[in-house]
């Protein structure tokens, strides 16, 4: 069919090459014919049920007169809300962020569209149409810029969560870039927003910030607990944060004292546990309280084990290793540490590798009470990898090698550079041992490596 301007032309010249009458379209399409003639004699706006209508009469794509629907809606009749949500909101499940894109421009410039368009984009978001919400995100955060408004916080909190992805240095950018807006948020929103902002930092190591954030969760959040509590009458239509005011102080807590460990103080970290596992504290008490508190007894005492092992008592091994075979959502995590320890201290930990191998593999873990970020469990176990590969090429055992690569790979592809140097160094001081086609592999993944940081390095050039 040739293309023509409108909308209405083109109906007009299919109906002609078909042979049909304004009456017989509006049969088949189940438009009713008085409409249908208004519609194509331009004297009355085409509604969107019109325009899904009509093109399912022809036969057409759905989304094949979304571009001119543009111009229908702007310049050929008056923009109006009723016609425009619903265009929206089907653009956007359709993947046509084109026609999204432009009529939110169109939109804007009359900024008493932007309450509206935000309200699309939550909804958007809520039905992980994050493309196309992003789009109406950043729009709206344009035409706020000037103003301390909530709306604007919350459009960059929704901006973070949907820029968050594999690459680390990325993460990082969005991170720093949401922070400085966590402040304007709800009371609610800020301890959900404390909490992502804890797993990106927490994935990427920067443990002053952790200990800076997770300080102000529990501040937060025990504030707004102990007002709670204290008053009698809940505020009509207080938002609330998605979980209980005590489990973000229990998490606060906890994070505090894995500060510790990370920092090599397990002393310290084993003094904070009983602040995580006292519970008495807490008001609540029905079932699901009950159940979060016996989850963080039980997270301290495996917590307890930990720090005496990284601590450097082998004596407690066998009793760690008995206690997470209960466990099977923390053994990655344990078998990290418990590898990490028999590199630093020289201990032979084979038969534990062995007795839980299926827990090597790259898998994401979820419990009632903790969410496993992708973002954390991915660097987790890159870094995880390079232990396994140092635990065998220090004894000259050939497997190291696969581990190396199977480390770099995964580092790589989140763009962890400290783990990719590990890697690096690792391979070339054991490159005897490798076999010609792990060299050809190693020489590819470099290659790799090398394209991607090029590639990030021209993106960030072309921004500045």
């Given at each position: ?310 601590d450097g008592q082998l004596e407690v091994l066998s009793d760690y290793v008995e206690y997470i075979s209960t466990q099977p959502d ?135």
């Open positions: 069919m040739k293309s023509t301007t409108t909308i209405r032309d083109q109906v007009t010249a299919y109906l002609s090459n078909q042979s049909l009458s304004i009456n017989q379209f509006a049969i088949s399409s189940g438009i009713n014919s008085g409409t249908l003639s208004r519609v194509v004699k331009d004297r009355q706006p085409i509604a969107m049920d019109h325009l899904e209508r009509i093109t399912r009469g022809m036969g057409l794509p759905e989304d094949h007169f979304y571009s001119l629907y543009v111009d229908e809606c702007f310049h050929h009749s008056a923009p109006t809300w009723r016609r425009l949500r619903p265009f929206l909101v089907r653009s956007a499940a359709l993947g046509r962020l084109d026609c999204v894109e432009q009529v939110v421009r169109n939109l804007l410039e009359n900024l008493v569209y932007a309450p509206m368009l935000f309200e699309v984009a939550e909804g958007l978001f809520e039905q992980g149409l994050w493309n196309a919400a992003a789009l109406l995100y950043e729009n709206v955060s344009t035409s706020e810029k000037y103003q301390n408004s909530d709306r604007l916080a919350v459009c960059q909190y929704r901006l973070f969560r949907i820029g968050l992805g594999d690459d680390q240095s990325s993460n990082l950018r969005v991170a720093i870039l949401f922070e400085c807006f966590i402040d304007r948020l709800n009371e609610a929103d800020q301890l959900d927003g404390l909490k992502d902002l804890l797993d990106v930092y927490y994935s990427l190591q920067k443990w002053a910030k952790v200990n800076e954030l997770a300080e102000k969760m529990l501040d937060l959040a025990t504030l707004r607990y102990n007002l709670q509590h204290r008053s009698k009458r809940k505020p009509d239509n207080e938002k609330l944060p998605s979980k209980p005011l005590y489990l973000y102080i229990l998490n606060a807590r906890l994070l505090i004292s894995s500060i510790y460990m990370e920092y090599g103080d397990y002393k310290s970290a084993i003094e904070h546990v009983p602040l995580y596992i006292d519970g008495s504290w807490i008001q609540e008490k029905d079932d699901e309280a009950a159940r979060t508190l016996a989850q963080f007894r039980e997270w301290g005492k495996a917590n307890i084990f930990l720090y005496r092992l990284l923390e053994i990655f995590t344990a078998m990290y540490h418990i590898v990490k320890s028999a590199n630093r201290y020289d201990w032979n930990v084979d038969d534990i590798l062995e007795r839980f191998s299926e827990h090597i593999p790259y898998r994401i873990y979820k419990s009632e009470f903790r969410e496993y970020n992708q973002q954390v469990m991915a660097d987790k176990h890159a870094r995880f990898l390079a232990e396994l590969a140092t635990y065998y090429v220090k004894n000259n055992r050939s497997e190291g090698i696969i581990f190396i690569l199977k480390s770099l790979e995964s580092s790589a592809k989140i763009n962890n550079e400290s783990v990719v140097i590990t890697c690096v160094d690792l391979f070339e001081q054991y490159r005897h041992i490798a076999s010609d086609d792990e060299i050809e592999t190693y020489k590819l993944l470099i290659r790799e490596v090398r394209n991607t940081n090029d590639q990030k390095a021209f993106k960030a050039s072309s921004y500045m």
